[in-house]
């Protein structure tokens, strides 16, 4: 069956530094890929979408890698800032209508 | 403003007593659907739907029913609710005609307790 791992564990950074989170999946050949970020108590907010034959995007302090072949999506958060902290999911979509989300990874920047 | 609102927040009812959770959306989105939220087991979607009068099952459709009789309107009817339904629910639209291609854009959620 499809399988997608975030790590559940948190992630602890210093203020400034780069936070990489992972998400790797199995018996899954994802179109796209989707990161949110999720805050306690609140609805997911949309990040960025990479599609598959795209290597990387980024928008502003944010980068996503996603390796077709690794089947893995690399989320990265340079300069990292407390309000940073959040968790963060990611999605996938293929040839059909559904999106099928991880189980998210808490990070935590510390000033 | 661009919002899915959904009501009621917060609900607290008991086994079998009959609910109605609704979903509304401002955007003009064709695209609709439903998730729970789970410790351990992240979003789940439960049903979704592509545009009016199109309705289909996700991961977790088990005990849910849906009905799209309006662009803007999706809501999410629990007919006999059990206690294994307590979680938080969110409703989320998209803009694409291709389903969860585009970006999600989330309501506030609903807690759902079943006693």
């Known amino acids: 069956s499809q399988k997608i791992e975030q790590n559940s564990e948190a992630l602890n950074i210093q203020e400034g530094k780069t936070a990489t989170l992972t998400c790797n999946y199995t018996?899954?050949?994802?179109?796209?890929l989707q990161w949110y970020r999720q805050d306690p108590g609140r609805g997911p907010v949309f990040l960025l979408l990479?599609?598959?034959?795209?290597k990387e995007k980024r928008k502003e302090r944010l980068k996503v890698t996603f390796d077709t072949t690794l089947k893995q999506s690399l989320f990265h958060i340079t300069a990292s800032q407390p309000a940073d902290s959040a968790t963060y999911l990611c999605?996938?979509?293929?040839?059909?209508?559904?999106?099928?989300f991880g189980g998210g990874t808490r990070l935590m920047v510390k000033p | 403003e661009a919002q899915v609102t959904q009501n009621p927040r917060y609900l607290i009812t008991v086994t079998g007593k009959k609910l109605t959770v609704t979903c509304s959306q401002n955007?003009?989105?064709?695209?609709m659907s439903w998730y729970r939220q789970d410790p351990g087991l992240g979003l789940r979607q439960i049903y979704y739907?592509?545009?009016?009068?199109?309705?289909d099952k996700g991961d977790v459709p088990e005990g849910y029913k849906v009905s799209r009789k309006e662009k803007r309107n999706f809501p999410l009817i629990l007919e006999s609710p059990s206690p294994n339904q307590t979680s938080l629910y969110f409703c989320?639209?998209?803009?694409?005609?291709?389903?969860?291609?585009?970006?999600?854009?989330f309501g506030p959620g609903t807690r759902l307790t079943v006693t």
């Open positions: 989320a639209s998209s803009l694409s005609s291709s389903g969860g291609f585009g970006e999600q854009y």
């Open positions: 018996n899954y050949s994802p179109a796209y």
């Open positions: 990479i599609r598959e034959n795209e």
């Open positions: 999605a996938l979509g293929g040839a059909g209508n559904m999106l099928t």
């Open positions: 955007m003009n989105h064709e695209y």
């Open positions: 739907s592509m545009n009016v009068e199109v309705t």
